[in-house]
């Protein structure tokens, strides 16, 4: 039997993603996520970005943000390393470009299906990205609307993700405008 739409349903603005969306899903994907780039190093100095959505402020006195990050993304190792990574805010008007650059995982065996070779491959997503390191190495992006720098001080396991609570060490905006919501991306990461 052919599954139907659920009445109301826009989605899906990915192609090839199902129509029946369950109404908890529609209700989760209608909350807002600026996006961001996560920047991270490991002990050995070998640097990587990811782009997230779930990162937020949690508190003001400190200023502590949450990051949620995949159990098996190359960031969370990198992070648990060194404890230090970067919030790169990407800018509504070119972020995209950013963000089409950064969206696969830098461990080709993170993709189910892939050859042994391509498995093995590692990809570096700073190729090509003009940037700038903290004194901690996480790596700070020049096209970024503003950024900012985090040490580590919790994590907490949750289901498939680990929550990652860092302190605001530094940060700037660097361009005029406003950040790159998802929603104008029209990628979705909820549900
Ligand atoms: C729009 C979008 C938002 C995302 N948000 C998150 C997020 O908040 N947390 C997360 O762990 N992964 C998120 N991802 C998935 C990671 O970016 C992806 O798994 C990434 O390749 C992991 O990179 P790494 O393994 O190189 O660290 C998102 C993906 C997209 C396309």
Not at 111 to 122: D, M, P, T
Not at 134 to 139: F, K, L, R, V
Not at 143 to 162: I, K, N, P, Q
Request: net charge negative.
């Amino acid at each position: 039997m052919t599954q139907q739409p659920y009445p109301g349903s826009e989605f899906p603005s990915i192609p090839g993603e199902p129509l029946n969306l369950e109404p908890i899903e529609k209700a989760l994907l209608k909350m807002c996520y600026g996006v961001h780039v996560v920047g991270s190093v490991n002990s050995a100095g070998e640097r990587n970005l990811m782009i997230a959505d779930w990162v937020m402020q949690v508190s003001f006195k400190p200023r502590l943000v949450a990051a949620s990050i995949e159990n098996d993304a190359r960031t969370l190792r990198f992070v648990r390393e060194t404890g230090a990574f970067t919030v790169n805010l990407l800018h509504e008007r070119d972020g995209d470009e950013i963000a089409r650059k950064v969206v696969m995982p830098a461990e080709g065996k993170k993709i189910k299906g892939r050859s042994a070779e391509a498995s093995a491959a590692v990809t570096d997503k700073l190729a090509g990205l003009e940037h700038w390191l903290t004194p901690e190495g996480a790596p700070v992006l020049v096209e970024a609307l503003g950024w900012y720098s985090c040490t580590v001080e919790h994590y907490l396991e949750t289901g498939d993700h680990t929550i990652v609570v860092g302190r605001v060490t530094d940060g700037d905006v660097t361009r005029s405008g406003d950040i790159l919501t998802e929603k104008e991306l029209g990628w979705e990461y909820a549900g």
